[in-house]
């Protein structure tokens, strides 16, 4: 009966190890990054809704205009407040009075405004998605940091199993002669064993991760403004006309994240206190998701540049 004690030392000391998968976070530099982000310059925007653009279908559009830009060369000049400038240039491209000085430096002028607010909105785009980047990388550093100690802990784990299962079988098969002793070490061996697989199976750790900005939140809420994106790249995201069989941007992005399992919309815990809270105890797979998310919120965000490029090779063929 003596030599159960052993094989239950081995298992008290494992069962502590594996205690060690709650243990907090020592690194300063690491509590800083799951305690806050240096992704955003102080980039909080502060706008109301008389800011935001008109929705392109409620507005009279000039025919001579919609003669030449399709509706989405006409839906990201609204969005970067172009329109007006636009129509004038468009009707003094086609006016055909006797070319003047007065009239060439008006086009010239119109021109400029245009290019710079394409330039300008492009830009703007280019500072969202780096930002969308940022915090998708900030995201992923500390999965894998959560996940490097999950395999570190199962490596040590699957070790002692063996260790274990290799000391039970020598000591069972022929160091210990007395049978019942033999017998209490087979089953010290097997329970220990079995303790050790049971925690390698819920070896899941869990980090607090918090983010105070939230892009995702402002996403699946879809208010009227946004802190977190300029009017242009808002109403991008929510543009949505009820005459196309189309939903919104951002309704697209959400849908992809219901239809992907990526939200459950019955699990409060998950939508409201952790994806688009302030955020919370994080597993690794829930840091991983959220880091797709911000991915999929990137690329499409990109896409406005490819908008905006169609809509500066049109200006050009006029």
Not at 51 to 63: E, G, N, R, S, V
């Amino acid at each position: 009966m003596r030599i159960e004690s052993p094989a239950l030392q081995l298992f008290l000391v494992f069962m502590l190890l594996s205690l060690g998968a709650c243990r907090a976070v020592k690194d300063t530099h690491i509590q800083q990054q799951m305690a806050a982000s240096n992704c955003n310059q102080q980039n909080i925007y502060d706008y109301t809704e008389d800011d935001m653009p008109i929705p392109l279908h409620t507005l009279a559009i000039d025919k001579t205009l919609s003669a030449y830009l399709s509706y989405e060369n006409l839906n990201m000049a609204n969005a970067i407040g172009i329109l007006t400038d636009l129509t004038s240039y468009v009707r003094l491209k086609n006016d055909n009075t006797p070319p003047s000085l007065e009239k060439r430096i008006s086009l010239l002028e119109l021109k400029q405004r245009i290019d710079h607010k394409i330039n300008m909105a492009s830009l703007e785009v280019s500072a969202i998605a780096s930002e969308m980047d940022c915090e998708e990388e900030r995201t992923s550093q500390v999965a894998n940091y959560l996940k490097a100690g999950e395999s570190e802990l199962e490596s040590k784990l699957t070790v002692a199993a063996i260790v274990v299962g290799a000391t039970g079988a020598i000591a069972t098969g022929g160091v210990i002669k007395n049978e019942t002793a033999s017998n209490t070490v087979g089953i010290a061996t097997g329970i220990t064993e079995a303790s050790l697989g049971l925690i390698m199976l819920f070896n899941n750790r869990k980090i607090d991760f918090y983010h105070e900005r939230n892009a995702l939140r402002e996403v699946w809420k879809g208010k009227k403004i946004s802190s977190n994106f300029p009017p242009s790249v808002w109403y991008y995201l929510n543009y949505h006309d009820p005459s196309k069989d189309t939903e919104s941007v951002r309704m697209q992005i959400i849908d992809k994240w219901k239809n992907f399992g990526q939200i459950v919309e019955e699990d409060d815990l998950s939508v409201e206190q952790i994806y688009f809270g302030n955020g919370g105890k994080y597993t690794t797979e829930q840091l991983v998701n959220r880091a797709d998310m911000y991915d999929q919120l990137e690329s499409h965000i990109t896409l406005m540049k490819q908008d905006l490029k169609s809509l500066s090779l049109a200006l050009e063929k006029l």
